[in-house]
T-cell receptor, first 111, second 111 residues
Framework: NAGVTQTPKFRVLKTGQSMTLLCAQD?????MYWYRQDPGMGLRLIHY???????AKGEVPDGYNVSRLKKQNFLLGLESAAPSQTSVYFC??????????FGSGTRLTVV | GQQLNQSPQSMFIQEGEDVSMNCTSS?????WLWYKQDPGEGPVLLIA?????ELTSNGRLTAQFGITRKDSFLNISASIPSDVGIYFC???????????FGKGTTLSVSS
């Protein structure tokens, strides 16, 4: 089915470890986003991309890096994981600046 | 930065009741959207509003873009158990900016 695919779906990291979350979309969307969702905080934008090879910071970018080497993929990296990064991470894509399609999320726990 | 105030934070209702929730902002938004998130899934777009004063329906759901462009509401009529979930409002301010999300309204429906 067409849409946004996130891998992995679950992950447990130790403090200080690194990892990369992968987001892939097959809808040829220009825009892609990474959000984190925490209880009572809603969805907060980490980084986003307005096209292949571009990235920009969102509301809460510290501790994360991103890359958009291919139009269909948007990678979110944690170089040195901290317990404060325990969250559910959502990727989204859109053909314009609204009408996002979300993935089903990655549940990350940092111990 | 721009913020959305979404209320109520949670609602507990009986099946068949009508529901109303709203979002307000101190800033003007050019687009308002309403999303629903089922447990363990990503948000799914319900209704998109693009003009001040616009009133749009999607089945039992009705949403309006406030004439001041600083608020929006969502009504759900004759609620059913599958309406359970978290409802998010989202707004886009300046052109070229990513969506900003409210903190969500958690809806519980008892049969």
């Amino acid at each position: 089915n067409a849409g946004v695919t996130q891998t992995p779906k679950f992950r447990v990291l130790k403090t200080g470890q690194s990892m990369t979350l992968l987001c892939a979309q097959d809808m040829n969307h220009e825009y892609m986003y990474w959000y984190r969702q925490d209880p009572g905080m809603g969805l907060r934008l980490i980084h986003y991309s307005v096209g292949e090879g571009t990235t920009a910071k969102g509301e809460v970018p510290d501790g994360y890096n991103v890359s958009r080497l291919k139009k269909q993929n948007f990678l979110l990296g944690l170089e040195s994981a901290a317990p404060s990064q325990t969250s559910v991470y959502f990727c989204a894509s859109s053909p314009n600046l609204s009408g996002y399609t979300f993935g089903s999320g990655t549940r990350l726990t940092v111990v | 930065g721009q913020q959305l105030n979404q209320s109520p934070q949670s609602m507990f209702i009986q099946e068949g009741e009508d529901v109303s929730m709203n979002c307000t902002s101190s800033s003007i938004f050019n687009t308002w959207l309403w999303y629903k998130q089922d447990p363990g899934e990503g948000p799914v777009l319900l209704i998109a509003l693009y003009k001040a004063g616009e009133l749009t329906s999607n089945g039992r759901l009705t949403a309006q873009f406030g004439i001041t462009r600083k608020d929006s509401f969502l009504n759900i009529s004759a609620s059913i158990p599958s309406d359970v979930g978290i409802y998010f409002c989202a707004g886009q301010g300046q052109a070229g900016t990513a969506l900003i999300f409210g903190k969500g309204t958690t809806l519980s429906v008892s049969s």
